[in-house]
């Protein structure tokens, strides 16, 4: 369970990390409080984050923003190999990424709904959200099935891949140790 929460805490932070890095080029307009700030920063980095497809493919952020091309995909990517070869266990390196992606999703819906109502007019919030809303559900739902299957696979791939090879080496040692 430890290993669990250490391994959630490494994949949500170093994507989180690596989103802040690479896409926090928008600059706040108006001045807001320091929470409702924050809120917007982490929604607009998780915005990318979640149309790894469509960005690798050209195809503009959700709400009309500007492609980021293949760094999302390559995040999701690295960020998956990390744990994979940090916690060295494929079902749990499954479960922790698919963790992080299902609360990364799910941070981003809540916060769409929390934060269009201080950036638009009270109005008009709502078919901004629908707006977001069908465009990631209806016209991009690959970018859903990507980031929620991939990078568990790729986790898990790795974690598999290591445990094989440390396997072996072992065995090799304890044959060469048989001789001695």
């Known amino acids: 369970m430890r290993s669990f929460f ?32 924050l809120l917007r920063v982490l929604h607009h980095i998780y915005t990318f984050l979640l149309t790894p497809l469509s960005s690798a493919l050209g195809a503009s952020s959700l709400g009309g923003g500007g492609a980021t091309g293949i760094w999302p995909l390559l995040l999701w990517i690295l960020c998956s190999i990390i744990v994979g070869l940090m916690i060295r266990e494929p079902s749990k390196c499954a479960k922790i990424v698919f963790t992080s992606a299902s609360i990364i999703f799910v941070f981003w819906i809540f916060s769409s709904y929390l934060l269009f109502s201080v950036w638009e007019d009270f109005l008009m919030w709502l ?6 809303m069908s465009d990631l559900l209806l016209h991009r739902p690959l970018d859903i099935i990507f980031f929620l299957t ?17 396997k072996k080496h072992t ?7 048989q001789f001695w």
């Not at 078919?127 to 977001?132: G, N, S, Y």
């Not at 065995?171 to 140790?177: F, P």
Request: with cysteine; net charge negative.
């Open 127 to 132: 078919p901004e959200v629908d707006k977001l």
């Open 6 to 37: 250490i391994g959630l805490c490494v994949m949500l932070a170093s994507l989180t990390f690596g989103a802040v890095i690479l896409f926090s080029n928008e600059v706040l307009a108006e001045p807001l409080p320091l929470q409702t700030g």
């Open 171 to 177: 065995e090799i040692e304890e044959e060469q140790y």
């Open 150 to 166: 991939i990078p568990p696979i790729i986790s898990a791939g790795t974690s598999a891949i290591l445990l094989t090879v440390s």
